[in-house]
């Protein structure tokens, strides 16, 4: 049997594993219902199962300051991430370039850290993250770029404001998250959620849903897979680590999405896009490993 900390060794693979399916199962979604709709059904179905699991386990409920804490968790990595990723998509940002952007995100949560937690990395460790960062940007460089010409100012700023908000959302949790069960941070955070995307859907999607057996899957998976299993990874994540490693499994997330793509979707995975997944696997590597 595993010891606990073999255990927590497992688990930033497996959260990367599920993550980096978030962009196929939105893939899957999109044609059948806007991406504000999605986002809120995908919401709302979480947040019954969470009520269900709450009930099953009762836990122990945290304070009112602490379910604040959480819903703004959950407004920034969840409603301002989720929602400026699929926006950006949306309003013909190429996914490529959005993937380029978000890949910014451990860096800056690196920065964001140094600055507001005192957190340190050595001089490796920096390394590590730009070497992730150059490995990401020669995965998604392989599988093009789209006409960028064609986005607007508000999917750009959809973009940014997506990359923000899960660095500090990131950071935050650390701060403030401490202490909060985290089936009861998750349904806080989802309830913030469900709010926003339920007047994003309002506001800019039509309401047009053409139900298919696919939709229904896709919906399926990214309640339980992502919105369920891999969001519990995450803060468990959080809460055992520096949030400046954690960040860092994010580079893997696009290139094992580029791997999932190409045996799915006949996209291009060539030598570049090979040596740019190894390139970020080392800098994940030097990133989260034991200091001497």
């Known amino acids: 049997m595993l010891s606990k900390q073999q255990q927590l060794s497992l688990v930033p693979w497996a959260f990367v594993g599920i993550w980096s399916t978030g962009f196929i199962g939105a893939k899957y979604a999109v044609p059948y219902m806007e991406p504000f709709s999605v986002l809120l059904v995908r919401m709302l179905l979480t947040l019954m199962v ?4 709450l009930w099953w386990r009762k836990p122990k409920w945290c304070s ?13 990595v969840h409603a301002c991430y989720l929602g400026g990723v699929f926006a950006a998509i949306d309003w013909a940002l190429p996914a490529g370039i959005t993937s380029l952007i978000m890949g910014i995100q451990p860096l800056l949560t690196a920065l964001i850290g140094w600055i507001w937690l005192s957190e340190r990395l050595v001089k490796t460790q920096w390394f590590g993250l730009l070497l992730g960062l150059f ?30 908000a899960i660095s500090i959302g990131t950071i935050y949790q650390k701060r403030f998250g401490a202490g909060v069960d985290l089936m009861v941070g998750a349904f806080y955070q989802y309830l913030a959620t469900a709010v926003v995307m339920a007047i994003l859907a309002w ?9 298919s057996w696919t939709l229904i899957g896709a919906l399926a998976w990214m309640v339980i897979a992502l919105s369920v299993i891999a969001i519990l990874l995450l803060l ?7 949030a400046s490693k954690v960040a860092s499994y994010f580079y893997l997330v696009p290139v094992l999405t580029a791997v999932e793509a190409y045996f799915l979707f006949d996209e291009v995975l060539n030598m570049f896009a090979i040596i740019g997944i190894l390139v970020a696997v080392c800098g994940v590597y030097l990133t989260v490993k034991r200091r001497e």
């Open 135 to 164: 490995g990401v940007l020669l995965v998604v460089s392989q599988n093009g770029q789209g006409d960028v010409d064609s986005a607007g100012i508000d999917a750009w700023g959809a973009a940014l404001i997506a990359l923000a």
């Open 64 to 76: 009112s300051q602490q379910a604040f804490h959480q819903m703004i968790v959950g407004f920034l």
């Open 236 to 242: 468990v994540m959080i809460r055992e680590g520096e």
């Open 203 to 211: 506001q800019f999607d039509s309401g047009v849903i053409e139900w």
């Open 50 to 53: 969470f009520a269900g699991l």
